[in-house]
C-alpha cells in the first residue's frame, strides 16, 4: 500500500458529490484518511430544480455524481468514505452531522468548507456590469456559499478547540487581490472566504488549530468538460482547455497541508495549489505541475 500520511485522520468535506470536493475527497482517501462525503446530492435524490439552467447549458440530464459515488472512491483509493446527505444551508443538519462524527470517532482533524450554491442560479453569462447580474445570484453566492462555510466552522471549532488541534479549510479562487472583472457579486463571495478564513484563524490560533483558505486554478470539473462536450479522455483536444487542472490538484494540495506538522506558520493564508505543488512536490494526475491561474 502506498504511503497514507493521513491514515488516522478524520475530517468532513462538504459539497463533495462532484467537482473541487469530490477530487479532494479522494486524495485525502488515497492519502489513508475516513472522510465524511456530504452533499445533497444522492443515488436517488438530486436538487434538480436548483440547477435546471446549468444543466441545460451543460446538455445534462441530471446531476453528476452522488455523495455514495465520492464515498466508493474514497474507499476505493486506500481511505474510508461515508456518504451523508447534508444540506449546508440548514443549521439543524449541519449539527447533526458534526455530532454524528462526535460520537463516531471523538474528534475530527479536518473540515474542507467546499459547499457552494454559486452555480445553482447560473445563466451561462458570466461576464456582466454588476447592475445587471439579478440578485439571486448575490443570494446564491452568499446564502447559500459563504454562510455555509461559517455555518459549518462553527460547530468544527469547539470540537477542534477541545482536542487543540486540527485544521479547517475553506476553498476559493484568489489571484493576489486582482478584481475578477465582470462579476462583482462572485469576486465579493470569494473575498469574504478569505477574510473568513483569516479571521477564523486569528480566533483560532492560541488553540492550535489551523485555517486556510486554498485557491485552485481552473478546474476540469464535470460541469466544465460537459459544457465543452468532453471528458478525461479527450480534453486536450480542446485549445480552450489547455490551462486546466483536475479537481484532484486542488485535493493533493488539502491532503498536503493537512499532513504537514507546521502547518501553523500558514494559518491565516490564501494559498494557491500551484504555490503549493512546488513547495511540496506533488503533481496533478498527468504528472504536470500546473501553473497558476492568473487573471
Not at 140 to 149: E, I, P, Q, W
Not at 237 to 263: F, H, M, N, V
Not at 274 to 288: K, Q, V
Request: aromatic letters at 8%; hydrophobic letters at 40%; glycine letters at 10%.
Amino acid at each position: 500500500m502506498a504511503h497514507q500520511p493521513l491514515k488516522d485522520c478524520i475530517a468532513i468535506v462538504t459539497g463533495a458529490s462532484r467537482g473541487a470536493g469530490r477530487g479532494i475527497a479522494h486524495e485525502l482517501g488515497a492519502a489513508g484518511a475516513t472522510v465524511y462525503v456530504t452533499g445533497r446530492s444522492t443515488r436517488d435524490s438530486q436538487p434538480t430544480d436548483r440547477y435546471r439552467d446549468l444543466l441545460g447549458l451543460s446538455k445534462l440530464d441530471r446531476l453528476p455524481g452522488s455523495i455514495e459515488d465520492t464515498a466508493d472512491e474514497v474507499s476505493a483509493a486506500g481511505g474510508r468514505g461515508i456518504a451523508v446527505q447534508v444540506d449546508h444551508t440548514q443549521e439543524d443538519e449541519v449539527r447533526a452531522l458534526f455530532e454524528r462524527v462526535q460520537r463516531d470517532h471523538g474528534r475530527l482533524d479536518l473540515l474542507v468548507n467546499n459547499a457552494w450554491g454559486g452555480h445553482e442560479c447560473f445563466t451561462g453569462v458570466f461576464q456582466a456590469p454588476f447592475w445587471e447580474h439579478p440578485l439571486d445570484q448575490w443570494e446564491a453566492m452568499f446564502d447559500r456559499g459563504v454562510r455555509n462555510h461559517l455555518l459549518a466552522a462553527r460547530f468544527a471549532a469547539p470540537i477542534m478547540v477541545r482536542q487543540r488541534r486540527g485544521l479547517i479549510a475553506g476553498t476559493t479562487f484568489w489571484d493576489r487581490d486582482r478584481y475578477l472583472q465582470g462579476n462583482l457579486f462572485y469576486d465579493l463571495a470569494k473575498a469574504s472566504m478569505n477574510r473568513l478564513a483569516f479571521g477564523i484563524a486569528e480566533e483560532l490560533k492560541p488553540h492550535g488549530v489551523a485555517s486556510v483558505a486554498v485557491s485552485p486554478g481552473w478546474m476540469r470539473t464535470e460541469f466544465v468538460l460537459a459544457g465543452h462536450q468532453a471528458d478525461e479522455s479527450s480534453w486536450r483536444e480542446r485549445p480552450a482547455l489547455a490551462r486546466t487542472e483536475s479537481p484532484r490538484y486542488l485535493g493533493r494540495a488539502i491532503a498536503a497541508l493537512a499532513a504537514d506538522p507546521a502547518l501553523m506558520h500558514k494559518s491565516g493564508c490564501v494559498l494557491r495549489v500551484a504555490d503549493l505543488a512546488r513547495e511540496y512536490g506533488f503533481t496533478d494526475i498527468d504528472g504536470r505541475q500546473v501553473a497558476a491561474f492568473e487573471l
